[in-house]
T-cell receptor, first 115, second 113 residues
Framework: SAVISQKPSRDICQRGTSLTIQCQVD?????MFWYRQQPGQSLTLIAT?????????ESGFVIDKFPISRPNLTFSTLTVSNMSPEDSSIYLC????????????FGQGTRLTVV | GQQVMQIPQYQHVQEGEDFTTYCNSS?????IQWYKQRPGGHPVFLIQ?????EVKKQKRLTFQFGEAKKNSSLHITATQTTDVGTYFC?????????????FGRGTQLTVWP
């Protein structure tokens, strides 16, 4: 199985600041994905990060708020900018499956609390 | 937009009782996946269904994919306390990007000993 290392695992941040979350994959992948899971809610896709191009954002998410970097095929970062308490969530990264119709592997998640 | 509806949101059962969660999509799905998330954990893949009418079993878990490939269910027989967690179904997004998933809201299962 694939290994995705995500850090930090949790953080408590002041409103108005920014936090960068990192994900490292143990093998090269073209696509990585970032999700948000608000308290008691499901996972919502934020964006798709393709190496060598700008990330593609889902409706309701914008680059200024959630800038994403994808400098190489094993690494990606998501920044949560100018945070407010409403940004308190779990943020998860995942990678594209290693074949047609196979499972998505997730990082361990970053539990963010904004105070 | 793409939606996967899942019910119920919560289910509380006595250990030994059965449990079922249902998913419905507004569009035909090429496949549907099921994940389990333990409290404080991240989603872990359980299974993927691809074929119309497909039924797969994993020990006490039975997964079904509807004939029209728009609905799916997960049934757990004789629940155990280890089954506690939130079960999510997820369907792929439009287009060919593998791994881009839309999740149902999940069913949080509580099992009383």
């Amino acid at each position: 199985s694939a290994v995705i290392s995500q850090k930090p695992s949790r953080d408590i941040c002041q409103r108005g600041t920014s936090l960068t979350i990192q994900c490292q994959v143990d093998s090269q992948v073209t696509m990585m994905f970032w999700y948000r899971q608000q308290p008691g809610q499901s996972l919502t896709l934020i964006a798709t990060a393709n190496q060598g191009s700008e990330a593609t954002y889902e409706s309701g998410f914008v680059i200024d708020k959630f800038p994403i970097s994808r400098p190489n095929l094993t690494f990606s970062t998501l920044t949560v900018s100018n945070m407010s308490p409403e940004d308190s969530s779990i943020y998860l990264c995942s990678m594209e499956p290693r074949g047609l119709n196979t499972e998505a592997f997730f990082g361990q998640g970053t539990r963010l609390t904004v105070v | 937009g793409q939606q996967v509806m899942q019910i119920p949101q919560y289910q509380h059962v006595q250990e030994g009782e059965d449990f079922t969660t249902y998913c419905n999509s507004s569009t035909t799905l090429s496949n549907i996946q099921w994940y389990k998330q333990r409290p404080g954990g991240h989603p872990v893949f359980l299974i993927q269904l691809v074929k119309s009418g497909e039924v797969k079993k994993q020990k006490r878990l039975t997964f079904q994919f509807g004939e029209a490939k728009k609905n799916s269910s997960l049934h757990i027989t004789a629940t155990q306390t280890t089954d506690v967690g939130t079960y999510f179904c997820a369907g792929p997004g439009r287009g060919s990007t593998l791994g881009r998933l839309y999740f149902g809201r999940g069913t949080q299962l509580t099992v009383w000993p």
